[in-house]
């Protein structure tokens, strides 16, 4: 039985890898911060299951800014794989608070590379990098080889967490990966990324119990997959035998007006009713424009995005109708 251990397993992606793993027989360990309400609603699920619960499924109390707690960690469980997804993952909230993000975003990275490293543990390492490196894009699409330019806190820490695992890779012989992944959204995305609070407020005015809704840049462009065939993605890269970084994405772009058109023509409304522009929703400095080729994930590992935009649209809208219901 294979074990893995996932930082951000209460996040949309850890919840869903979670899920694939338990699936394929794994041993699953979590890492999660205490804090003073349960914030694990993503994988109650998993512990109504009798074959998982108490089994195979065990969480951790722990923080990516407390290197002590994981190198003992990472040494007592000696993981066959680790799925590093733990980040302070919204952009804009990286503006408010750039210094925490640097260091749970950034350093957070190195501080399990080094546990590993230390503990003499021989995993294979899977880092959770973003299209935000790209920021103001120097290439179009973007490719494994498109230079990074980040333009927000959380971008510059993704870049860092980027190259560090390189440099752990380069330097120590670590089997180490990073997924660079375009926006992928579910209905397990956090209710404050715009694509979830899109198509939460679409299901609150269908149903009378919201009135308007509020956003910021309706003309960033972004390229949208569906996070269940991501986070298999992210499996499949470390299973290969040698180390690399791959670029998961769709190869296509929308705007975020896109997205808010589908989400309320899905119920039959017009958007341009409800939907009021906010200042304080805008960043210092905006991404433009994200667009990813996926061709070398296809060409090595055999993954490629099956889910549509607007058939993404619609699941997540349908969700959270069924949720208010």
Known sequence: MKKALITGITGQDGSYLADLLL??????????????????NRIDHLY?????????????????????NLVKLIYELKPDEIFHL?????????????????????VGTIRILEAMRESGVKSRFYQASSSEMFGKVQAVPQTETTPFW?????????????????NYRESYGMHATN????NHESPRRGETFVTRK?????????????????????DARRDWGYAPEYVEGMWMMVQQDNPDDYVLATNET???????????????????????????????????????DPAKAKRQIGWEPKTKFKDLVRIMVDADLAELK
């Open 23 to 40: 699936a394929k027989g794994y041993e699953v360990h979590g890492i999660i911060r205490r804090a003073s309400t349960f914030n694990t």
């Open 48 to 68: 109504q299951d009798p074959h998982v619960n108490g089994v195979r499924l065990f969480l951790h109390y722990g923080d990516l800014a407390d290197s002590v």
């Open 86 to 106: 733990g980040a302070q993952s919204h952009v804009r909230v990286s503006f408010d608070i750039p210094e925490y993000t640097a260091d749970v975003t950034g």
């Open 150 to 166: 980040p333009r927000s806190p959380y971008g510059v820490a993704k870049v860092f967490s980027y190259w560090a695992t390189v």
């Open 179 to 182: 997924g660079i992944l375009f």
């Open 198 to 218: 899109i198509t939460r407020a679409v299901a609150a005015i269908k149903t009378g119990r919201q009135k308007e809704l509020f956003l910021g840049n309706l």
């Open 254 to 292: 929308h705007t975020v007006r896109e997205f808010v058109e589908e989400a309320f023509a899905h119920v039959d409304l017009d958007w341009k009713e409800f939907v009021k522009h906010d200042a304080r929703y805008e960043r210092p400095a905006e991404v433009e424009l994200l667009i990813g």
